[in-house]
């Protein structure tokens, strides 16, 4: 008897060993409660929508009586292997008889799933391939677990064979697993009406991959569209692997920039190699980001004497965050030097040829753009730009007609 006991221990212990290991790498892909925007849903008041987070919840609302909105967020979620997705919404005003409710399995959007519903006690369940909308099954079917003006839980669970769907705990149809487009997941608004977010988890295993922006522009040609000009102030040139900025002014400031969809929520780095061309020119040239306009920006500066400064044009106001000071790091006479801004934790950190000199408290962006700021006369040829961090989600402007 004691045999078969410590037997059945074992087999016990056992299988709760395998039970973990099963278990183990699968987790937390993405948990949203709404009670701040640290993940960068685009929010605002658009033409078509309006997106808002307020009181631990997402109000969507969307204007027109044609067309979809749509709000979501690039994910790491290996949409290949078992994963569970869930979310409440709560319709609260507008027309009863078009859908809202869960996108998965985005690469963008023209190749997605969904899984929606309407407030007159309806769900479908949907696949835009290249373009081509292909509802499941017969398209939109009733259901009698819907609870119209209230809010709707609405789960999506991959067991490796079938997808299955449910609302408010209650399974309603399943569709065979099938390979996802890509990590993205989020939601959609069909027609003039508006819903309220309550929360929103994604379950699952990750693909090697994290959700990041990564950018390296070594000038070979222009697709990134830097600006190019030629006339009496200033030269601005795509040319042989550099990007050649001349300032042929006595007492002006140039600044160019591309945009770039990096978040300023989490660490990010830039870099860049600029060679200095007039060794008799002393003025300031480097970085700048987070620029929306010459009037609102940032920027990391050094002179070709051997000087940096880290500074900030607010409302076409400078602010200086320290004087010039001197370093023994930059390189004069000609010679390349590499600048780096990383962000770490709430501080912004300033490296000149890979060597710290100084940092700041991190300060939001204005916008998205990333460049070169350079002043007087001189000329400078930027070898490179890196940019390294999380994807931040761009407003979507193309909606899209879906099908009644």
């Not at 994910?75 to 997705?85: E, S």
Request: proline share 1%; with cysteine.
């Amino acid at each position: 008897m004691r045999k078969r006991i410590i037997t059945l221990v074992m087999v016990c212990i056992f299988s709760a060993m395998i039970l973990q290991s099963l278990f183990a790498s699968e987790g937390v892909v993405f948990n949203e409660n709404f009670d701040n925007n640290n993940n960068e849903w685009i929010v605002g008041d658009y033409d078509n929508y309006n997106t808002k987070i307020e009181n631990g919840k997402m109000i969507f609302s969307y204007k027109l009586d044609r067309e979809t909105g749509y709000n979501w967020q690039k994910t790491n979620l290996d949409g290949d292997k078992p994963y569970t997705i869930e979310t409440s919404i709560q319709q609260t005003s507008g027309v009863q008889n078009y859908g809202h409710g869960i996108v998965w399995g985005i690469k963008n959007l023209d190749n997605f799933f969904s899984f929606t519903v309407t407030n007159n006690g309806y769900y479908r369940i949907a696949k835009m391939e290249n373009k081509v909308f292909s509802p499941y099954y017969t398209g939109w079917t009733k259901t009698s677990f819907l609870k119209s003006g209230k809010p709707n839980k609405l789960k999506i669970v991959n067991d490796g064979d079938h997808i299955k769907f449910y609302i408010n705990d209650n399974f309603q149809n399943e569709i065979k697993a099938t390979e996802v487009f890509g990590g993205g997941v989020g939601y959609m608004i069909s027609r003039k009406h508006a819903i309220e977010i309550d929360y929103l988890t994604v379950n699952g295993e990750t693909t090697d991959e994290p959700v990041m922006f990564s950018m390296k522009e070594e000038f070979d040609n222009n697709d990134n569209k830097w600006l190019t000009r030629d006339d009496e102030s200033v030269t601005l040139s795509v040319k042989d692997g550099n990007y050649v900025l001349q300032n042929k002014t006595e007492d002006k400031g140039f600044f160019t920039w591309s945009n770039f969809k990096v978040s300023e929520n989490k660490p990010f780095t830039i870099e860049t190699t600029i060679k200095h061309q007039n060794s008799e020119s002393v003025f300031a040239y480097g970085l700048i980001w987070g620029i929306s306009d010459v009037a609102n920006l940032y920027t990391f500066n050094i002179s070709n004497n051997g000087y940096y400064r880290v500074g900030r044009i607010k409302d076409n106001v400078w602010h200086g965050y320290f004087d010039w000071t001197e370093s023994k790091h930059i390189y004069k006479n000609g010679k390349s030097n590499k600048l780096t801004i990383k962000k770490v934790d709430n501080k912004l950190k300033f490296y000149i040829n890979d060597n710290f000199v100084n940092q700041i408290n991190f300060e939001n962006f204005f916008d998205r753009g990333f460049g070169f700021a350079f002043w007087n006369k001189q000329k400078i040829e930027v070898e490179n730009m890196v940019i390294r961090g999380k994807e931040k989600m761009s407003v979507y402007d193309d909606i899209m007609e879906m099908f009644q």
